[in-house]
């Protein structure tokens, strides 16, 4: 047989480290110079955009001036006092030239000035808000827009707090807005946001995407751009259209608009190239090298492995015929193939010699518990003879004799053998029958049981006990005295509920209040600890039983119901 080799000697041999560090330098290098050529890039586009933001900055001041200069000044100037005919002149004519002003000086603001796409005025009158517009081919959807909005906004009395500019998101699009109000009138100028992109271009490397954002993320303008974009994602690369760039900008203070460029990675990377391709050469070396070094890691080491791992599950469901072969030449795994076969070897023994032990426990203590109640039976049942006999109640001698030749033989069968439901309840009626002569009063049993549970198994004297427990305790001399017994199944049809009452004074305090589950009674009741031993012995946790009084003394029992139909196994019993 070849020589072992332990396992850190085998890995040391095909894991020596190259992989990994030449791994961490290339992913290292590469952080470090990605992270220096976007830290040189970002400054040199913000210093370009900080001169271009001063030329928007100035464009949309130019607006403001251009606005001012049209209305007040010039041969097409509008003094306020037209504005103020618009919403209050009663005489036609004068509110007609007044109209007619407004609207020349809306047509030369349109037409002179490249950076206004349409103006809407808006003045309330009358209960409703009369409009007039001007504007470039094209613009009439969003003039059409801005007068249903600021109409309704107008006559809600909604339009407070104007900002000098406002972003308008309709169903033609997204604009900027610079609204002004002159007397009761409101001016709603449309700013071009082509014009401003144009502007905006000077800052604009090769390949890069411009755009303007509104305050909610929303793209207003941009070549070619969608998606959400906005100030939380400045100075980081994002992924635009399957590609990565970095977005650079900043918001303006006029309009409150996000001003973005996003310059492509690989824009900034470019001189990487070489060494991306030294890196592209080292990892499909790795790439031809690693899965031959896996195949061998895995026929000499992970197979081994994986069988252990299923043997291991097998015997954890509790299959212990199992072995492995020992054939591997690594020594952890001969050792560790050999102790496991070992193992399985003793807990198969191990787990044989526990099962007699506990079956010469359970039998014994089964055993012990029923001479706990037998003493008791018998006791009872002498006395009644001795009494009748004192009587000379011969007659009642041999009906009370008869009784107890039945109730003994059921009394000396085994007590670790499970019973018919039928056999249990017909040695209630016998010593119920035997009760009566005993006591000579009214004694009786209700047994209330379907037809269909008479073959279900159930252990011996259970029913029989709580009976009995209740003619001691519950009969009074001179009253009738009733028992009932109540079988059935439960929803589940897997739970056998078997209900014990009484018409006495019930359990007392004492006996609610104590340990009964796992100590006997000071003062009596030694029946109930007695019998729930015996189930926990027979059911373990499935088996439950509880005592309370509620017009007399009730005990519920709940076991697994097993019909004498199906064969029991060591689970069941």
């Known amino acids: 047989m070849a020589s072992e080799i332990s396992l850190n000697s085998w890995l040391r041999k095909y894991w020596l480290g190259l992989t990994a560090v030449l791994a961490v330098i290339s992913l290292t290098a590469q952080v ?24 928007i900055e100035s464009a949309l001041d130019g607006v403001d001036s251009f606005i001012y200069e049209s209305l007040y000044g010039g041969e097409t100037a509008v003094v306020p006092s037209r504005f103020r005919i618009l919403g209050s002149e009663m005489d036609p004519a004068e509110l007609s030239q007044a109209r007619i002003e407004v609207m020349t000086s809306l047509q030369s603001l349109v037409s002179w000035s490249d950076m206004i796409e349409s103006i809407v005025v808006c003045t309330p009158r009358d209960g409703e808000v009369f409009t007039l517009e001007a504007g470039k081919d094209g613009s009439f959807p969003v003039r059409r827009e801005l007068k249903t909005y600021f109409g309704e906004k107008i006559l809600a009395d909604e339009l407070y707090g104007i900002d000098r500019y406002m972003v308008f998101e309709g169903d033609s699009g997204t604009h900027l807005l610079r609204i002004m109000r002159i007397d009761s009138s409101y001016i709603v100028v449309c700013v071009s946001s082509g ?8 800052a604009n490397p090769n390949g890069s995407d411009m755009a303007f954002v509104s305050s909610g993320g929303r793209i207003l303008a941009g070549s070619g751009l969608t998606g959400p974009l ?58 031809v090298a690693l899965p031959l070094m896996f195949k061998r890691l895995n026929a000499k080491v992970g197979r081994p492995i994986n069988a252990i791992a299923g043997s291991m599950e097998e015997v954890a469901g509790g299959d212990l015929d199992i072995s492995i072969a020992t054939d591997s030449r690594i020594l952890e795994l001969g050792t560790l193939t050999r102790s496991f076969n070992h193992m399985v070897s003793q807990i198969k023994r191990l787990k044989i010699e526990k099962y007699e032990s506990e079956l010469r426990v359970q039998k014994a203590t089964m055993q012990y518990l029923q001479l706990q109640i037998k003493p008791h039976f018998y006791a009872n049942m002498f006395n009644i003879i001795y009494s009748l006999a004192q009587r000379q109640d011969y007659d009642a001698i041999q009906k009370v004799s008869t009784a107890v030749v039945a109730y003994s033989r059921y009394m000396f069968r085994d007590a670790s053998e499970m019973v018919e439901l039928w056999r249990e309840l017909e040695h209630v009626r016998g010593y119920i029958e035997i009760s009566r002569i005993r006591y000579g009063s009214d004694i009786r049993c ?48 897997e739970t056998l509920v078997i209900e014990i009452r009484d018409n006495g004074m019930g359990y007392s305090e004492n006996v609610l209040s104590s340990d009964w589950r796992n100590h006997e009674i000071d003062g009596g009741h030694i029946g109930l600890t007695n019998i729930y031993n015996r189930l926990k012995i027979v059911y373990g946790d499935r088996a439950d039983m509880e005592i309370r009084s509620e017009n007399g003394a009730v005990t519920t029992v709940r076991i697994p119901y097993i019909s004498d139909d199906v064969e029991l196994d060591d689970e069941d019993i």
């Not at 992924?239 to 824009?267: A, E, K």
Request: glycine share 10%; with cysteine; proline share 5%.
């Open 195 to 202: 014009k401003l992109l144009k502007t905006l271009q000077y």
């Open 230 to 287: 906005g100030p939380e994602t400045e100075g980081k690369y994002i992924r635009v259209g399957g590609r990565l760039c970095l977005q650079t900008g900043y918001i303006s203070d006029r309009s409150g608009w996000y001003f973005g460029i996003l310059t492509p990675r690989r824009t900034i990377i470019g001189n990487m190239a070489a060494y991306y391709a030294v890196s592209a050469l080292l990892i499909l070396s790795l790439m």
């Open 32 to 55: 470090f110079i990605l992270a220096g050529l976007t830290r040189r890039a970002e400054q040199n586009i913000r210093e370009n955009v900080h001169i271009v933001q001063e030329d």
């Open 446 to 493: 209700e047994i209330n049981s379907p037809e269909k549970l008479r073959g279900a198994l159930v252990p011996p004297f259970v029913i029989e006990g709580f009976v009995e427990n209740s003619v001691k305790y519950a009969s009074v001399p001179g009253k009738p005295f009733l028992a009932s017994v109540n079988v059935s199944l439960d929803g589940d049809g």
